[in-house]
């Protein structure tokens, strides 16, 4: 599967910016998805996930309350609504698409397919 991110830009602390992924074929009760992120310097850490099935949704603590994934099915997209930017949330972030069990849905390793990236930089 091919995974297209979009959706990234500048805004000012505590704005809002939505991120999509875009797949080339049907995810859902296929894969589940994730959202990454990689800061300069740092290793690339989970930001949420979305399981192939179900709809259980899982987030780093650090963007709980603040950020949502979602899924439109018919579109084989899914997003990452970003609320309540903060400086720190500054980074490269990616989506990608893996079948792995759930202990590996935080886990960069979970995913097989990655998607190229899209730079979200909040000012302060």
């Known amino acids: 599967v091919q995974l297209q991110a979009s959706g990234g830009g500048l805004v000012q602390a505590g704005g809002s910016l939505r991120l999509s992924c875009e797949a080339s074929?049907?995810?859902?009760?296929?894969?589940?998805m994730g959202w990454f992120r990689q800061a300069p310097g740092k290793e690339r850490e989970f930001v949420a996930a979305?399981?192939?099935?179900?709809?259980?949704?899982y987030y780093a603590e650090s963007v709980k309350d603040r950020f949502t994934i979602s899924r439109d099915n018919a579109k084989n997209t899914v997003y990452l609504q970003m609320n309540n930017l903060k400086p720190e949330d500054t980074a490269l972030y990616y989506c990608?698409?893996?079948?792995?069990?759930?202990?590996?849905?935080?886990?960069?390793?979970?995913?097989?397919?990655w998607g190229q990236g899209t730079q979200v930089t909040v000012s302060s």
């Open positions: 979305l399981r192939r099935n179900g709809g259980f949704t």
């Open positions: 990608a698409a893996g079948q792995a069990v759930l202990s590996a849905i935080r886990t960069r390793g979970g995913y097989k397919y």
């Open positions: 074929e049907r995810t859902f009760n296929v894969y589940n």
